[in-house]
């Protein structure tokens, strides 16, 4: 018998085989080569058919046997590599858990947010209630409720865009004094933050998208006094306790009378020291309240622009970049406040 016939030497060929099979594909090739139907194994039992029966016995139960050892070999090897290929792929998948995470970048709060929620703060500590309006207004509140006659030039100063079924942006935040008087009774005491509009010639210090905040104190006997101490207040707690405050005489149709108020503060990097213009103020006007059906009754009113009290004290040169979302200019705030 030559060695391709002796069912041991095929055995131990194929086992060396198996057992060099460096992964799983290697090995599933030996399977076909020694247990496919074209292996040496399978025509050893082909060729049991013209034996005689005693031979056939004998060298059948070798062939068996080989064919098992090897199916055996086999599995085993199979079940080797597959272990080795999963521990590859674990290593290949190593986290470290201890190394240092990425970052992406964060989001932060923009400048003119902290501004607002650090006033509303001052305010809702002084015992105000915060309130909010439309910011589509009708002609009424925005301006013949407040006292605006219909062809004042105060209207012109205050020019805006108007929608084509007559409403318009609203110009200023004043438009929420008649709404909220019409809708709660007095005394109060509350504040409105909110975006304004006007249709005006865009530079370094006028948008025509910003914010203001609006105060309206309204009960028995409130004097120009109880507006000054409000406006101190609001300074003491916006620039430090004595912080010097100014009004001066001016003209808005729904106070009367009416001023504009300053602040005077110092430059924490300069080091210099001027008034900071805020807005306008004074007592609510009569005709105001009676837009209202209010009688009988005192109330002062002040409004600032946001945008023009956080562009000083942190140096924004130009009202435009608060909205360019340029990050070198929003990332200098993120510690801010
Ligand atoms: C006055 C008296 C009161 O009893 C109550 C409120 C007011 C303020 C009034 N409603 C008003 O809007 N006055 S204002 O036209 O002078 O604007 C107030 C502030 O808004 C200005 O001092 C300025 O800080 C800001 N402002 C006005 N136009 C702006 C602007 N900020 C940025 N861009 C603009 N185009």
Redesign the pocket.
């Known amino acids: 018998m030559n060695e391709s016939q002796d069912p041991t030497a095929l055995k131990q060929a194929a086992l060396q085989e198996i057992q060099e099979a460096g992964d799983l594909d290697a090995l599933q090739q030996c399977r076909v080569r020694w247990l496919g139907k074209k292996g040496p194994l399978t025509a050893l039992l082909r060729s049991l058919g013209s034996m005689s029966p005693e031979e056939r016995k004998a060298f059948g139960q070798d062939v068996n046997a080989a064919k098992q050892a090897v199916q055996a070999a086999i599995d085993s090897r199979k079940t080797e590599l597959e272990a080795a290929a999963l521990d590859a792929q674990l290593e290949n998948e190593r986290v470290d858990v201890t190394l240092p995470g990425t970052h992406g970048p964060s989001g932060g709060l923009h400048l003119l947010t902290k501004v607002t929620n650090r006033l509303l703060d001052v305010f809702q500590s002084l015992g105000y209630d915060v309130v909010t309006g439309p910011e589509l207004e009708t002609e009424h509140y925005n301006f013949s409720a407040?006292n605006f006659p219909p062809e004042h030039p105060a209207r012109d100063?205050?020019d805006t865009f108007w929608t084509e079924d007559g409403r318009l942006l609203r110009?200023?935040?004043?438009p929420m004094?008649v709404r909220y008087m019409e809708q709660h009774k007095p005394p109060f005491k509350v504040v409105v933050p909110g975006k304004?509009f006007?249709n005006?010639a865009?530079d370094a210090?006028?948008?025509?998208q910003?914010h203001?905040l609006?105060?309206?104190v309204v009960g028995e006997r409130v004097t120009m006094a109880d507006l000054k101490g409000a406006i101190q207040e609001m300074a003491d707690a916006l620039f430090g306790e004595g912080t010097k405050t100014r009004l001066q005489p001016s003209f808005?149709p729904?106070?009367e009378p009416?001023a504009?108020f300053a602040i005077w503060w110092t430059h924490p990097k300069t080091g210099k020291e001027e008034w900071l213009?805020?807005?306008?103020?004074?007592?609510?006007h009569p005709n105001v309240f009676k837009a209202a059906g209010y009688e009988g009754v005192t109330g002062?009113?002040?409004?600032?622009?946001?945008?023009?009290?956080a562009m000083v004290p942190y140096g924004v040169p130009d009202?435009r970049w608060f909205y360019q979302s340029d990050l070198r200019v929003l990332d200098q705030f993120r510690g801010s406040l």
Do not use: K, N, W, Y
Not at 205 to 208: D, S
């Open positions: 407040l100063e205050q110009t200023h935040t004043s004094q304004v006007r005006e865009v210090t006028h948008e025509a910003f203001q609006e105060a309206l808005f729904f106070v009416g504009e213009e805020l807005g306008g103020c004074g007592m609510v002062f009113a002040f409004g600032f622009g946001i945008e023009r009290l009202i």
